[in-house]
């Protein structure tokens, strides 16, 4: 590694130079940021500032650089030197922008400059520059785990991209639910007619693809590694075989929802009831004659009766609606239609729900005669040769009742997810603390998963809710919580066949999207492309294990020595441990504690009787300090006396930040981080719960120092907050003010 | 042509919006060099229009700045903005665009420093408020523009106020005599990611959008939401901008009607649910919701978000289809004519103001596709008869967010497969 030659650039544009004295900033960079080179320039971001830099770098042989300028979020492609280490400074929108004009605030404005110069400097010092993750691994091949149709997709549509791929299915061939169906509802205008499922040519392609291998009967015995080098033991009859893969995906489906647990339908009371599944059946036993029921009596009237098991509020079935049932029942009712158009089919309905072209389809049933009533079913009993059905007419708002010779229920999926680790956990925690009990029920639990990852945090993907592997983001769909494995189908959500294609053709894009930055030492979303990766000292941890606990992501484990073993392509670069560790040995080598804590400790501290507080803000970087940049942007003025500094995610704040920032006279700390709970919106899934749990542990820091409880406040702040970030920060000032300074001041 | 600039190991996105920018950045996250071309002023389409996504209630720019930040990163993706395709000619895998870019008259020196909107005095419908509000025609499209650069608007170009800008730019930025542009560029592959537009709503004649003030659309109910739109976040409607405080929602204004959108918009039932919850931040218990629905579709999980909704006892829900409104002159107010259905009452009910739930239509309805290009009855696109051009997003079916970043992460997989296979081809001659 090159010696350490600094050099800041201080870019007196944008009216920097007519509000800044720019000259002064230089000589903070210069005499206390301890800068080797320092130069001004009247327009840093055009050619010729950045030639100016790119000059410094090959002949000046500058490695580490500090731009002092507009705001990191700005500019990031002209700045962009990617062979030095770069802070950033933000002069424009951090300080001219935000901080009320005229000349009664120049000296204040003067100083946040100053101090942010400071900060840039003191910060740059202690970053290297990122080189990528040493120990990445260059295996490039997929599993998809479930030959279903999402699984059958997903393998295809990665191996005509040039990616080689193992498929395990369970089951003794390929097909999945897809196998079973008579026909399937239409992709394609004019969504019309129930298509061939074509479900034998992909299977046959899958077969003779030149890039796939096929396990049948065959689960997952263990999988271990990370992106990039996953070993996966593959259990089939002839034993265990190992495959070697860069990445999974998990097309594991569904199963029906289990027709007994509706007996008030009918559900297993009555050979006469059936579900979709068992209408599947029949339709293929008719082969597109006249269907006929299970006894072998032709079917003349038969009602569908939608949502059964599904929609359900009282707690006691499925809470969600599985999106495909409705258009399914319009199928089946036209292969009766199809049939013999004198078949009374009626489709009983609270919502009838075919979204998109959808609608066409639902409109040929109508054509083809099929009866849509809208009306809630209240039991479903054997009566003579058929059923009857009683229902709510709720158009007639009346009670009323059908006969009709077979009824079939509209019943859910249930994902085939695999362990929930949210039931894992705890029994792990017991079978490790001694319970016998506890013990047995790991080894049943054990024997539900799907993947048998070894990771620390449990065998198989976080669930969402109600058992699906989602993700909880609206703009980033396969964001699960296991870097490299993405659930697609069924599985991950309920869903209907042309979406579960489209998600397995997305889920195989995101699983090669993994391996080529595995490849390459970088992370994966949300951080894609950073090359930073967490380091850890050993020698000094005291196998606490809260980083091992905390990882969002199920990146550590544990060796047999029980130290924190870094998986690091399975890392997302968040930071989560480096905030958790509290003996401060994890860090990046473009962030870490001493990154923070220089910025922190490098600012020019007023006296106690200056009357002029400071402040630190640690503000996420993905929300917080847009909004700060926002609030900049759009003038809503807010107190010279803050300082703030961006974070990966408010759960790599360490709590020292916080106790270093007061022991050295702060008089106040405010942390600004995104949503938890239920509806998060932190990036990181966990990061600002973390925190947020971490922050209500640090009073009795403040008592131990003596300090008012007021002086660190946390918020959460949604990137639009612009205007209220200005208001918060403003408030708090008022009642730092009023509080009094930290009698911490010139201790230090 | 340059190499180094396109080739047909290159796929075009078309369309900047949320669908574009995700396939564009898979593609480029996956290696793949890639061409945004986008026909605004700036990135975000249009959920950057929008307040509150559902069901989370969180805000679109969130997302936005996760997608910029991976933009900005990325060194094997280009934008180009105020960019449209002119013609796509050629084969899968070995395409000729021609792409036709507008003049910003503003260079990449701009620093968006903001002073050349200070000096300029003429002001310009709000291109990103719907018409709402009026912007400087010197403008920064909105506070999370991509690229971060100002925009003249041609109208003051030639006149004072153009002049006056330029004076005021000490960058040089500011390019008076820009002129439009036409570039030839190799791909492989196209992703055409064209979005949607809301259906022209005065089309649905008996619901008067064009005849009553205080009928909008959903699209300019979310401005009005938007603490950062025109009226402050404010529910202020347009007629006397007096606090609309009982508020019908119309779904299916043009979706499901032969004579209009023949098919379901899928997010119109979800976008007034979590409208209703727009009412009741700002007015608590005394903002009353009614939502005039025939099949209210939210699906899967969606399924909660209605049941919270269907709690909430500020929110009224009737099955009908609205027959007509009528205004009531005195007050400006709405009157609500139709039967409802649950038990076939009829209903002239009063509200202060009416959200038409608009239709999605495709926004490649107004712009010419190539002849290649299969869509169906509605204008979505399937994509092209010879393979190597696909859709993404809702310019494919009507799809939520979530959906049509599925569909446009999908999308960048054909794209390079499509790209990977003229590779091999080009190895093995």
Known sequence: MAEMKTAAYICSGCELGNRLDVAQLSKIAQKEGKMALVREHAFLCNEEGVQMIRDDIEKEAVTHICIAACSRRSKTEAFHFPTVAISRANLREGVIWGIAEGEQHDEVRQEMAGDYVRMGCAEVKKMTLPLGNPNHAHNKRLLVVGGGMSGMTSALEAAEAGYDIVIVEKEAQLGGWAAKLWKRVPFKQPFAEPQDTGLAELAGKVSSHPRISVYLSSTIAETSGAPGRFSVQVKGAAGITTEEVGGIVQATGFTTYDINKLPELGGGKSANVIDQAGMEALARTANGAAIKRADGKEVKSVVFVQCAGQRDESGTHLPYCSGHCCATSVKQAMYFKDANPQVDTVVMYTDLRLPGMGEDFYRSAQQKGVIFTKGKVSTVAASGDGCEVKFRDLILDEDTALNADLVVLATGQVPTAGVNLEAWNPIVTAAEGGSAEAKQQRVEMQKTSVLNLNYRQGPDMPQLKNGFNDSHFICFPYETRRTGIYAAGPVRRPMDMLQATEDATGAALKAIQTVENASLGRAAHPRSGDLSYPIVRLEGCTQCKRCTVECPFGAIDEDERRFPQFNESRCRRCGTCMGACPVRVISFENYSVDTVGNQIKSIDMPDEFSEKPRILILACENDAYPALDMAGLQHHVYSAFVRAIPVRCMGSVNTIWITDALNSGYDGVMTMGCKHGDNYQCHFVKGSELANYRLSKIEDNLKQMGLEKERVISHEVAITDSARVAELINDYVAKIQEIGMSPMKGFN | ?429
């Not at chain 2, 919006?17 to 593609?27: D, N, Y």
């Not at chain 2, 930040?69 to 903005?81: E, F, G, S």
């Not at chain 2, 649905?204 to 979310?222: A, H």
């Not at chain 2, 205004?327 to 209903?347: A, K, M, P, S």
């Open chain 2, 1 to 429: 042509m340059n190499a180094s600039i396109a080739t047909n190991q290159t796929i075009l996105v078309v369309g900047g919006g949320i669908s574009g920018m995700t396939s564009a950045l898979e593609a480029a996250e996956c290696g793949k060099q890639v061409i945004l071309a986008e026909r605004n002023t700036s990135l975000g389409g249009r959920t950057s229009l929008l307040y509150r996504y559902f069901p989370k209630m969180c805000h679109p720019t969130c997302g936005l700045e996760i997608n910029l930040r991976r933009l900005k990163a990325n060194r094997n993706l280009r934008v180009m903005t105020q960019t449209e395709v002119t013609s796509v000619t050629g084969k899968r895998g070995d395409y000729t665009v021609t792409l036709k870019i507008s003049p910003r008259y503003v260079n990449q020196n701009c620093t968006g420093c903001g002073e050349c909107a200070k000096v300029v005095e003429a002001e310009i419908d709000n291109p990103y408020e719907y018409g709402l509000s009026k912007t400087k025609a010197a403008y920064l499209p909105h506070a999370m523009a991509y690229p971060q650069r100002y925009v003249l608007d041609a109208s003051i170009v030639g006149a004072a106020d153009g002049e006056k800008a330029k004076a005021a730019c000490k960058y040089n930025a500011i390019e008076l005599d820009m002129k439009t542009e036409t570039v030839e560029l190799k791909v492989g592959a196209v992703i055409w990611a064209t979005g949607w537009k809301p259906y022209d709503a005065a089309k649905i004649q008996p619901y008067g959008y064009d005849r009553f003030d205080n009928v909008i659309t959903s699209l300019e109910f979310e401005r009005l939401a938007d603490p950062h739109g025109p009226t402050g976040g404010k529910l202020l409607r347009p007629s006397d901008g007096k606090e609309a405080k009982n508020i019908a929602f119309i779904q299916c204004a043009g979706s499901r009607d032969e004579n209009h959108l023949r098919h379901c918009s899928r997010i119109c039932c979800m976008a007034s649910l979590k409208q209703t919850q727009y009412v009741r931040e700002v007015y608590g218990d005394e903002g009353k919701s009614t939502i005039y629905y025939i099949d209210i579709r939210s699906i899967d999980r969606l399924e909660d978000f209605y049941q919270k909704v269907q709690q909430d006892s500020a929110v009224k829900f009737v099955k009908s289809k609205v027959a007509n409104i009528k205004l009531h002159e005195e007050t400006n107010d709405l009157i609500l004519h139709g039967v409802d259905t649950e038990g076939y009452h009829r209903y002239a009910a009063q509200h202060d103001l009416v959200v038409l739930a608009v239709g999605m239509e495709p926004e490649s309805n107004g712009i010419a596709l190539p002849a290649d290009m299969i869509t169906d009855s509605s204008g979505f696109i399937e994509g092209s008869k010879d393979g190597g051009q696909f859709s993404a997003g809702a310019a494919s079916s009507p799809l939520d967010v979530n959906r049509s970043v599925q569909s446009a992460t999908a999308a960048s997989l054909r794209a390079i497969q499509v790209v990977h296979k003229t590779s091999a081809t080009e190895g093995a001659r």
